[in-house]
Nanobody
Framework: QVQLVESGGGWVQAGGSLRLSCAAS????????MGWFRQAPGKEREFVAG????????DYADSVKGRFTISRDNAKNTMYLQMNSLKPEDTAVYYC????????????????WGQGTQVTVSS
């Protein structure tokens, strides 16, 4: 059974940093593209960042480009999201996802999801 477990969320003041982790199990981690999405209260879930199987290619939403960095360690079956210069508008539940397609921004291309971790940024 495939499982994705996020951790690292919490409360931080604007301008601060957090690092999210996504631990995967149940299938060969390195064979799948990974992504981070987020959902703020009252809003739809949106793409944040994606990373290729090897980690050599990445993609970011314009709203986080230059502030967030996605990475993965295939030996540890873990993906990360380093979030710097956090803003109140980054407040959301962050989800990791795993998929078989290339790096894409559409939720439907990812077949497994974690339960989410809350990130709250205060002004």
């Amino acid at each position: 059974q495939v499982q994705l477990v996020e951790s690292g969320g919490g409360w931080v003041q604007a301008g601060g940093s957090l690092r999210l982790s996504c631990a995967a199990s149940g299938r060969t981690f390195s064979m799948y593209v990974m992504g981070w999405f987020r959902q703020a209260p009252g809003k739809e879930r949106e793409f944040v960042a994606g990373i290729s199987r090897s980690g050599g290619s990445t993609d970011y939403a314009d709203s986080v480009k230059g502030r967030f960095t996605i990475s993965r360690d295939n030996a540890k079956n873990t993906m990360y999201l380093q979030m710097n210069s956090l803003k109140p508008e980054d407040t959301a539940v962050y989800y990791c996802a795993s998929g078989a397609s290339g790096i894409v921004r559409t939720m439907g291309s990812y077949d497994y999801w974690g339960q989410g971790t809350q990130v709250t940024v205060s002004s």
